[in-house]
Nanobody, 122 residues
Framework: QVQLVESGGRLVQAGGSLRLSCAAS????????VGWFRQAPGKEREFVTG???????YYADSVKGRFTISRDNAKNTVYLQMNSLKPEDTAVYYC????????????????WGQGTQVTVSS
């Protein structure tokens, strides 16, 4: 497992941008698949975006064209650039990592960060 720490969440107005970071410990981070998930109050945790160990990227339909995931293996960090934010993007954002991934669903990941709050005001 790896230890993950998210940062960058804050209050932002609709239409604004944020960049979240997920910093990982461990020398083999480059071998991990990394995903961003979010959970709004009263809702289930949902997949937002993911990046594979070979840098393939995947996005939920709700964020395509607005969010971009990237990874810098030299810094053991994965980034989530969020543009054109909407109030419905308000949630706690979590990053998660797994070496052998079957599906981009929360139950497939064993390493999680503590989450960072993103609030988008209208």
């Amino acid at each position: 497992q790896v230890q993950l720490v998210e940062s960058g969440g804050r209050l932002v107005q609709a239409g604004g941008s944020l960049r979240l970071s997920c910093a990982a410990s461990g020398r083999t981070f480059s071998m991990y698949e990394v995903g961003w998930f979010r959970q709004a109050p009263g809702k289930e945790r949902e997949f937002v975006t993911g990046v594979s160990s070979n840098a393939n990227t995947y996005y939920a339909d709700s964020v395509k064209g607005r969010f971009t995931i990237s990874r810098d293996n030299a810094k053991n960090t994965v980034y989530l650039q969020m543009n054109s934010l909407k109030p419905e993007d308000t949630a706690v954002y979590y990053c998660a990592a797994e070496q052998t991934l079957s599906r981009w669903v929360p139950t497939a990941f064993s390493s999680w960060g503590q989450g960072t709050q993103v609030t988008v005001s209208s």
